[in-house]
């Protein structure tokens, strides 16, 4: 009979637990991945005959979302510290004029490589020791410095667009194709990898999402938050770099109007992904999904006819119910 006892409790002990884990689900966490593929479904019945699931088409939307979802990778970092980087289209505008620069002057691959990275790198130690140091919000610096950097890539070539006629760095950052995929997927997988490995596999991950939930808390507990942020900083300011590369190796040129407005796409995409607004939550994977997501809408509405300004309006939104069902995870 005690036996009997033992067993009956056991079972009870299961299904409350397996009770309690179907009432732990939250539809909200998984939002963007069910809207994406909502989006996906609604375009490919409504645009069927117009094209929209055909192979070059779904490929299109990869390559005009790569750089996108490269610097929402860095910006899941920023903003999951509770900071924010607007700069990061003034960056890539400015990363891709340099790069071509260095390319026209005989610097040879890795020189443009170097400089156009190096450029986003140096704008990024601005960002970040003027948030870290001189204790300035991050709104605020990556505002002042999303308007000079852009000033200044209108200003060191006069407006004038920089050709490149290197057909190695062409393929690999931007035009090339590895058989049927573009090399700006390949590149967007190895960086999606890089991030999510950083993010939930390293120490630095999980300090940066400590920094981000109580950073008073993180202090106490011997995390160095300045340095922290400052490292975010400068990654935002590196990929924002390299994604200046990506733009002009597939418009085989540097243009100071490349990034324009992306830095609403790049934090539209982190919130949506299910990175909190608020700092101490971040998703990788989420960020890559929610850009794709944000590519795919645009692509739809541009087959549809809708013009740019109806497609901003569109943006808008987004990021206004981003930001709210941010704000509904974090209280739940």
Not at 17 to 37: E, T
Not at 303 to 321: A, C, R, T, W
Request: charged fraction near 10%; hydrophobic fraction near 50%; aromatic fraction near 8%.
């Amino acid at each position: 009979m005690q036996s009997k006892g033992i067993n009956t409790n056991s079972q009870v002990v299961v299904k409350n637990q397996s009770v309690k884990r179907i009432k732990g689900f939250d539809w909200r966490n998984y939002i963007v991945y069910l809207a994406f593929i909502g989006v996906i479904i609604y375009f490919s019945v409504s645009l069927y005959d117009e094209g929209f699931v055909s192979t070059d088409n779904l490929l299109n939307i990869v390559r005009q979302t790569a750089m996108i979802s490269i610097m929402g990778l860095a910006m899941t970092f920023v903003i999951s510290t509770g900071e924010i980087d607007l700069s990061v289209g003034s960056i890539t505008a400015l990363s891709s004029l340099t790069a071509a620069l260095a390319l026209q002057s005989g610097a040879g691959l890795v020189g443009g490589l170097i400089v156009g990275v190096g450029t986003g790198l140096l704008i990024g130690l601005i960002n970040g020791l003027l948030v870290t140091k001189v204790a300035i919000p991050s709104f605020l610096v990556t505002l002042g410095t999303m308007g000079a950097v852009k000033g200044l890539a209108m200003w060191i070539t006069d407006t004038a667009p920089v050709p490149i006629v290197d057909p190695t760095f062409n393929f690999l950052f931007g035009s090339g194709d590895i058989g049927p995929i573009p090399i700006l997927l390949v590149w967007t997988l190895v960086a999606t990898v890089i991030a999510h490995v950083l993010l939930r596999k390293t120490s630095f991950g999980r300090q940066t999402l400590a920094t981000g939930g109580n950073e008073s808390a993180a202090r106490f507990s011997g995390v160095k938050t300045q340095r922290i942020k400052l490292l975010v900083f400068l990654g935002t300011g590196f990929m924002a770099g390299f994604a200046g590369l990506l733009y002009a190796g597939r418009m085989h040129a540097g243009r100071f109007t490349f990034g324009e407005g992306d830095e609403l796409s790049v934090i539209a995409a982190v919130i949506l992904g299910g990175t909190s607004l608020f700092g101490g939550v971040g998703t990788v994977i989420g960020t890559v999904i929610g850009s794709l997501m944000i590519g795919t809408i645009n692509n739809g509405l541009i087959i549809m006819g809708l013009d740019v300004s109806q497609q901003m309006i569109i943006k808008g939104i987004i990021i206004i119910l981003a930001v709210a069902f941010g704000k509904k995870a974090i209280n739940k």
